[in-house]
């Protein structure tokens, strides 16, 4: 979608810092950082969101979910947390579903 933020960094229309990229998903650094590693996790295939998602996209969220396995991985993280917001009541401000991948400092439970 050319409408798209994170649909035009898939694109490579518009720069971000990548991390991985794999064939289904595409990895950079989130530009406002919330954690020392803060990584957005982005299938290149534009789903608005979780909710918007179906069971035929079953497999690939289970793919976005083990990228941020392999990334915690290689980023040395031990310790970290996958979140996805969903809805603007939630904090989503990106319709284009996405992980954050955070780490690199203790994380308080429950988040705000
Ligand atoms: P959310 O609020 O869950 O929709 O997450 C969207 C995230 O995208 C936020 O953490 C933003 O800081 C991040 N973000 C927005 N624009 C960019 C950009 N151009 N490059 C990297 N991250 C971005
Ligand atoms: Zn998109």
Redesign the pocket.
């Known amino acids: 979608m050319s409408d798209c933020?994170f649909c035009r960094?898939i694109d490579k229309k518009?720069p971000?810092q990548l991390v991985q990229e794999d064939k289904e998903w595409v990895a950079?650094?989130?530009?406002?950082p919330q954690a020392p590693t803060h990584v957005?996790i982005v299938p290149r295939r534009h789903i608005p969101a979780l909710s918007a998602s179906t069971d035929a996209d079953g497999a690939l969220l289970g793919q976005l979910q083990r990228a941020a396995a392999i990334l915690a991985e290689k980023l040395g993280l031990s310790s970290f947390r996958v979140v996805v917001?969903n809805g603007a009541g939630a904090?989503?401000?990106?319709e284009h579903i996405?992980y954050?991948l955070l780490g690199g400092r203790g994380l308080k439970w429950p988040p705000g």
């Open positions: 933020l960094i518009l971000a950079f650094k989130d530009i406002n957005l917001n904090g989503q401000t990106v996405h954050h």
